[in-house]
């Protein structure tokens, strides 16, 4: 604590008496913060206490427990193998990997449209901009809720299993989802899923060589061409090894379902769609703000030097809009996920229904409550530390 | 960075008080602080026609309903004075742990797991009924052993929940769940085809059929009952006063029952020469005040709300809308479960 004293002067020391230590600001500071965190610690710990204590007065079960009981309950849709042997814990894992595929996609596609209505919003064509104008106000506008509920309905009332639209003869939509077929399952999918990783990798680090090798010899090597061969070309050689099977399981209607293919639920769809689409309002709104935040000068300036447009896109505007975008992006990344437990009102088996369930099954309703809680804060913490990290990438980097 | 960090201490303190104040309940005496409300706070179902339902005129009614005015009328003499507090099956067990509601009469299931890990205790069942299943009548299902393969809809967090899984694992089938919470959703998912299947409890089934399709010809009943479901009513562990009433108020309606008394003719039956009725209507002894209340706490019951086959007879009886056997819900004399203890 040497550096208490503010005012500290080599040489000559002044006296430490107990006035100057209260005069002294940083040693002021020091205090409230101290005595700030002991107050919210003091708080925690009496609260905490106290609903230990009132669980037991009350009888009511506490503790983690219960995650390695038998739930005794099933999941509609799990990605991982599940049944009603297994423990509530993994239960809990299985609605955190459906909240994971649904906010996933839901990020993607909220993405890709929010990009193109928010470039359609500044369009020189009246009547694209005019659509996207109507688009970003009705889905931007009304409640999240009200619309996942909405494309719940709208897919609840397509024709039943027994008079199924068949799309392309691939596939079939009723109101239990669209089946589709897709290639059977084969031991060289996963060596195939090994090699798209691979392809990525090697693409990248293709890249970064190639940024380098610009750098310190100026000579400019195009890695597009040979960044797709990779990607697409060694998953293709993976499967060409493997025998090049090409057997299909196509849906067939069997019983009260479709037997085969894979089918997207209902639930699943509604979902996606609804907080998706919400989302891409925002994000169209974050993107236009972003494009017409490059000052028009630079682009005009760009364009009298003879770029063509696209080039003006990608290396006058865009960089400079990046910056712009990335952090109200993020947010808006985060609000997706947590609107994804909009799940329980149409039945996705996502991490708050579960938990529901198991709260209902186990009583221990603050354990469940405090496990969701945990676990949405960890995946919103680690998006944004992932975006904060692509915002350091794209943010004006000074040299 | 001061100033921020006074606002974040304040958040903290509001949200962890705000997850505490799940664990501020009075436990202690319920009886005295129903007396002091004037009222009684009952837990029951926000729409299972024949059991707890708003009807047309805005008031509760239902067979569960009935029983939460019958404790009203044990604890005031005015079966009235009761406010119904609407529970989802999520909502139902901390409200009555956390004492918004004094008393749970929402189609709850007595079992091992809610009796001691939730802090309950439960009263004598008041329904005895079992998992059923409703099926679209033109698809062919005639047992549950057609459902392999099945989609089926069903409410989380019940017993029929972990039934279902129970059912089909025992029998070797498949089916794929579809858990919604809300009912109107859940049923709207079965009726449009979503699920092959409905599951709730049995006597709960021809409520939706009547009420919630459009056409109560397309669906059928399953045969057959698949599990044990005793209904009863539940209160906090750890307030015997307050548990023995509710107790005994069912045993009441059920005695009322077997001893022939009903509304009408409970004034006369003041008159009869049989202890055990003497004894139920409060002529001698003083069994009331021994539970907290006054003498005439039965007659109140009976005069009020009725006796067991009246309030059955109201709400599940011949020509009512939920039409349902009494079926195991009869006297142990005439073989069935409603037993009731003696008020002696």
Known sequence: ?399 | MNKDFKLKTALCAIGLATLGSAGFADSGDTLASVKERGEVLCGVHPARHGFAAPNSKGHWDGFEVDYCHAIAAAVFGDADKVRFVALSSQQRFPAIQSGEVDVLVRNVTATLGRDTALGLNFAPPIFYTGTGFLVHADSGVKTVEDLDGATICVAPGSTTERNVAQIFATRGMDYTPVVIENNKQLVDAYVTGRCDALTKDKAALPGVRAYDTENPAEHVLLPGIFSKEPLAAAVRQGDDQWYDLVKWVTYATFNAEELGVTSENADDMKSSDNVDIQSLLGVTGDYGSKLGVSEDWAYNVITQVGNYAEIYARHFGPGSPVELDRDLNTLWVDGGLLYGFPIK
């Not at chain 1, 297994?86 to 595929?101: E, K």
């Not at chain 1, 490059?294 to 990046?322: C, H």
């Not at chain 1, 009583?363 to 804060?377: C, H, K, S, T, W």
């Open chain 1, 1 to 399: 604590m040497t550096h208490i004293d503010g005012s500290d002067q080599r040489g000559a020391k002044p006296r430490q008496t107990l006035s100057t230590l209260l005069y002294s600001k940083s040693f002021r500071t020091a205090v409230t913060q101290v005595v700030m965190a002991a107050v919210v610690i003091f708080i925690g710990l009496f609260l905490y206490q106290n609903v230990v204590e009132n669980l037991r007065a009350q009888n009511i079960a506490t503790g983690f427990g219960f995650l390695e009981q038998t739930s005794q309950f099933d999941i509609g849709e799990k990605m991982i193998t599940y049944s009603a042997r297994d423990s509530y814990g993994r239960a809990f894992v299985v609605g955190l990997l459906n909240t994971l595929s649904v906010s996933a996609a839901g990020i993607f596609l909220a993405t890709l449209i929010g990009f193109t209505v928010g470039i359609s919003r500044i369009s020189s064509n009246w009547l694209l901009s005019k659509v996207a104008t109507g688009y970003v106000e009705i889905v931007r506008n009304i409640p999240v809720i009200l619309q996942v509920i909405f494309w719940s309905v709208l897919l609840r009332n397509l024709p039943n299993a027994r008079n199924a639209v068949e799309v392309y003869g691939v596939g079939f939509l009723t109101n239990r989802g669209l089946t589709f077929a897709v290639p059977a399952t084969h031991p060289i999918h996963s060596t195939m899923g090994i090699a798209l990783v691979a392809g990525i990798v090697l693409a990248i680090l293709g890249s970064i060589w190639a940024r380098r090798h610009r750098e310190s010899t100026g000579t400019y090597v195009n890695m597009l061409w040979p960044s797709i061969g990779l990607v697409i070309g060694l998953p293709v050689l993976a499967w060409l090894f493997g025998g090049a099977p090409t057997a299909i399981s196509y849906p067939v209607q069997k019983g009260f379902n479709f037997q085969g293919g894979v089918t997207i639920s209902p639930e699943f769809t509604a979902l996606l769609i609804g907080i998706a689409l919400y989302a891409s309002g925002f994000i169209a709104e974050i993107v236009r703000a972003g494009l017409q935040a490059t000052p028009k000068g630079q682009i005009e300036a760009a364009r009298s030097m003879g770029f063509r447009p696209w080039f003006v896109t990608r290396y006058v505007v865009l960089p400079q809009a990046l910056r712009v975008i990335v952090p109200p992006l993020t947010s808006q990344y985060v609000s997706l996920i947590k609107n994804s437990s909009i799940a329980v009102v149409v039945g996705y088996p996502d991490l708050v229904n579960i938990g529901n369930t198991v709260m209902n099954q186990t009583g221990q309703a603050v354990e469940a409550i405090a496990v969701m809680m945990l676990v949405y804060l960890t995946i919103s913490l680690i998006t944004s530390t992932f975006m904060n990290f692509y915002n350091r990438l794209v943010a004006i980097k000074e040299r």
